[in-house]
């Protein structure tokens, strides 16, 4: 999943310098589901694993809802941007924590990059 993180989101701002604005929106769609996972695992919140947005706002921590919001937006190439980069942050933060907590390797040169 971290690996999936990872690729979509280096993806996504490979896409957005081609200006492909409607793309970059739809890969961040896909980037949403997999936050939303890795931020259930990391609050044990992992009932709604299939549909990992239902009842988020309930069940996820002020926060991570928060955070998710930072990772969203419209059309607009400047939010795109601005939210691909949000992505990577939380993405890489809750990476990072359940990494630690789990004991798994993260692939440090490609994200180095």
Same mark, same amino acid.
Not at 14 to 41: F, G, P, Q, Y
Not at 73 to 92: F, S, V, Y
């Given at each position: 999943? #971290?690996?999936?993180? #990872?690729?979509?989101?280096?993806?996504?701002?490979?896409?957005?310098?081609? $200006?492909?604005?409607?793309?970059?929106?739809?890969?961040?769609?896909?980037?949403?589901?997999?936050?939303?996972?890795?931020?259930?695992?990391?609050?044990?919140?992992?009932?709604?694993? #299939?549909?990992?947005?239902?009842?988020?706002?309930n069940e996820l921590l002020p926060n991570a809802?928060?955070?998710? $919001?930072? %990772?969203?937006?419209?059309?607009?190439?400047?939010?795109?941007?601005?939210? %691909?980069?949000?992505?990577?942050?939380?993405?890489?933060q809750m990476a990072t924590t359940l990494a630690?907590?789990?004991?798994?390797?993260?692939?440090?040169?490609?994200?180095?990059?």
């Open positions: 999943m #971290i690996d999936s993180l #990872i690729n979509w989101t280096l993806f996504g701002l490979n896409v957005l310098e081609r $200006a492909e604005v409607a793309r970059v929106w739809e890969l961040l769609r896909l980037l949403h589901d997999t936050l939303l996972r890795l931020a259930r695992i990391k609050e044990d919140q992992t009932h709604h694993w #299939i549909t990992p947005s239902k009842n988020a706002e809802y928060r955070q998710l $919001a930072s %990772c969203s937006a419209g059309l607009d190439p400047d939010q795109l941007a601005g939210a %691909c980069r949000e992505t990577w942050t939380w993405g890489m630690e907590n789990h004991d798994l390797k993260l692939p440090h040169e490609l994200i180095g990059k």
